[in-house]
């Protein structure tokens, strides 16, 4: 198996930057909700409020505190649906309700739709789909048709969170514990002296290293795969946006400019070292009032397909103060 104990050695042609920024807070208000006996959870910050709700239609349901929006999560198995891939299952689900099926930047499948109450309530799903080897399940996010534009982003960006652990089933109390306590681990990394953090989960194993050429340069423990993050202050970049920045720093790697659910900017791209070793780069960029700052995840290309889809996940929990 190839590791990444000597990747960073290579970064310099990579980011020529030097840090600047205080060390920022992390987001601890967030909370893992555990989708009744669904085998899945869902990451909802806690000020949002939520809480769950009796239901004999769907095997879970969540109301909002303000009840303006809500979650519903059914398990079907996929013995129900012989001969079908998920591709198959999510068109049918969409069909049903008259939906068109979508997928997201991590290739995840999702539908949204509208639905008329008939008593004056009209509302509006976004419909996640997932599978674990045994099951399919559908976690809806839905509020009020008139309030689509204040939810939306915040249903795509908890989509994105979801994790369906373990069958439902052949569930069990330690199926439960492992599920739960894998997600209760997560933990915000400081990134170390540039004022960002990002959540990782416990078990994936992780740790700070010395570098000279990045102001901050983690490794997983298996080696497979790393993190790199450096800042730069905009006054470097007057008159620069964002936008500008992200793009002037995706031409440098080749790379083409790309926007999250949440409108983030990020840039993935190949990077032959020469030496036979190949990497892919997911490479987030965040802003405060003073700094601009790039994340960059990455991997050997042939891991991609393992943890590509995580990489753009980790981005999302990505904190700049």
Sequence with gaps: MKRLTTLFLALCMLFALT?????????????????????ATVVIPANM?????????????????????????NVEPKSDYPDSTIADYTSASAQANEATVGQDLDGN????????????????????????????????FYCFNDAWDTYRDQFLNWST??????????????GNESQEDANDEDIAIPLGDTGATVVIPADMGFEAQESELNDFYGLGANQEWAIIANVEPK???????IADYTSASAQANEATVGQ??????????????GDGDIYKYYTA???????????????FNDAWDTY??????????????
């Design 19 to 39: 840090a600047c920024g205080n060390i920022g807070g992390q987001n601890d208000e967030d909370v893992v909700i555990t989708l009744g006996d669904t085998g």
């Design 49 to 73: 409020g939520f809480e769950a709700q009796e239901s004999e239609q769907n095997d879970f349901y969540g109301l909002s505190a303000n009840q303006e929006w809500a979650i519903i999560a």
């Design 109 to 140: 499948y999702y539908f949204t739709y509208v639905k008329d109450m008939g008593d004056g309530d009209i509302y509006k799903y976004y419909t996640a789909v997932r599978e674990n080897e045994t099951e399919y399940i559908r976690v809806a």
């Design 161 to 174: 969170t979801i994790e369906f652990g373990y069958d439902n089933a052949s569930d069990s109390d330690n």
């Design 235 to 241: 006054s470097d970049y007057p008159d620069s946006t």
């Design 260 to 273: 999250d659910s949440d409108g983030n900017y990020y840039f993935t791209y190949v990077k032959d070292m």
């Design 285 to 299: 960029v965040r802003e405060n009032e003073t700094n601009y700052i790039r994340v960059a995840f990455y991997c």
């Design 308 to 321: 590509g889809s995580q990489f753009s996940d980790w981005s999302t929990t990505i904190e700049f103060k």
